[in-house]
């Protein structure tokens, strides 16, 4: 199932093409997105994805997105959704055509979410460390690098992905140069050891995940102990607990890293994911 | 002026949205493209273009692209074009739609090119080298960065561009960590000292330059010595002339690097200028 929304609030045929070839969105992958979770009609930590797709928008340079109307198109996918149950949407923002008088481009789609995103929350997953390339020291001083944005330049999150399933695992958790991790392709990385979580910072150059907030937030409530700073390569093995987190995948427990089994989560796991259903 | 052809030689408008919402070359920036120069009729290099929109396709596991077919609708193109003159023609290859049946997206866009680029061309532009925050030696040991191939996820590309805009220089010449030149974010980098021409090698994750082939190839003939190899961020300043390259700059001298006036090397623009033109 699908719903289309352009930002004005009118639904469009999705299966109707919407953008031109001269697109910069799909001619240089010059845009931002978003992918907000909807569940029993609520959108979960919309004002958090509103945000950063400000943010990511204003590392671009694009026009200030109009938040309240974002906030109006998200609404609308979901009022035209026409099942019970869950969906995503993914908010879509790029420059528009190159040629003409142009103006930016801009839609939310409504998406069913795949079977297989609750089966691996159930079952976890396995992943493999894999190098991203950079020395989170560079985040700073070089702000074209565009790192922290979530841009609609993806074609390495895919190929992490792919290389993923040619490996034989199903995520993948990115280092940087200096040993340290950073985040997966799609996702957020949470560690948990005793009564505390910890995820590296957004200094690093990973985005400021929205279900990791909603996550440590209900975590702080709840008395544990979080952290946003750096993690090394060699803690995640010796954790009580290693997560992926993000919208579609919500807290979903690692068992084997890189071909080794990791200490069994699942009560963890299921206390975390309570923790975070309690927010909404 | 733009003509829009799909890949199998249909001429459609270009003010009509060609792409879906869902098509993966525009939520994940998950395709390929090249650029191709047209003078007189003649596309400049379109073997070369097309071998290389191959090898991109291969790295993001793309299905093979039909070169036939990629070489008709080029000429489709051309024949369409209703001016005399020059044109760029942007051959785009997506991963297509992400739902449905779909298939990939595939057509070729051709386009006037900015008077702006015969003006930075005879009267040659700024430049300043940017970090691009990755080794060499990553290149090989990790596939899944896509270093070398020339995919639709260009943000970054854009992002330096836009950032020599605000530093008020026309170009970015980027460098990797190790302090070796690499490329341009649309263009290669040519170093020219005495009789001899060098550029770094593919090696280093930077493209496999259309132009520069050619240019080195003319400068073989003409008795040039030419060398692909590493070249050390300090040799830029150095040499007798440095030189950026694509099929619409063409060779385009740099007559300031990082604010510093280089050797004056008009006369050396206009001879390797005259040995690219006589390969056509």
């Known amino acids: 199932m699908r719903v289309l929304a352009l930002l004005d609030g009118t ?31 609520q959108p979960r930590e919309l004002a958090a994805h509103l945000e950063r797709l400000a943010r990511s928008a204003a590392m671009l340079e694009l026009p200030r997105p109009d938040l309240a109307a974002w906030e109006r198109v998200t609404r609308a996918v979901i009022d035209a959704w ?7 949407i993914k908010l879509v923002y790029t420059r528009g055509p190159e040629f003409g008088d142009g103006g930016t481009t801009a839609y939310a789609l409504g998406l ?25 020291a560079v985040v700073d001083r070089a702000p074209w690098l565009l790192l922290g944005a979530k841009t609609l330049s993806y074609a390495v999150n895919m190929a992490a992905m792919r290389h993923a399933k040619t490996i034989g695992v199903d995520e993948v958790i990115f280092t940087g140069t200096d040993g340290t991790v950073l985040e997966g392709p799609t996702a957020n990385v949470v560690l948990a050891t005793g009564r505390s979580l910890r995820t590296p910072p957004p200094s690093s150059g990973v985005l400021a995940g929205t279900t990791q907030g909603a996550l440590f937030r209900a975590a702080e409530s709840a008395g544990w102990n979080t952290k946003v700073e750096p993690v090394d390569r060699s803690e995640l093995a010796r954790a009580d607990g290693l997560f992926v987190v993000s919208s579609v995948r919500r807290i979903t427990r690692v068992r084997v890293l890189d ?15 309570g923790l975070y259903e309690s927010e909404y």
Not at 115 to 130: E, F, I, N, S
Request: charged share 25%; hydrophobic share 40%; proline share 9%.
């Open 11 to 41: 639904i469009a045929d999705p299966d109707t093409p919407l953008v031109r070839a001269d697109d910069l969105g799909l001619s240089r992958g010059d845009g931002v997105f978003e992918s907000v979770l909807v569940v029993d009609g």
């Open 82 to 88: 026409p099942e019970p149950g869950e969906l995503v």
């Open 112 to 136: 069913s979410i795949p079977g297989a995103a609750a089966r691996k929350r159930a079952a976890g997953v396995t992943a493999a460390v894999l190098e991203r390339g950079y020395d989170p």
């Open 259 to 273: 071909g080794v089994d990791l200490p069994d989560s699942t009560d963890l796991a299921a206390e975390l994911t």
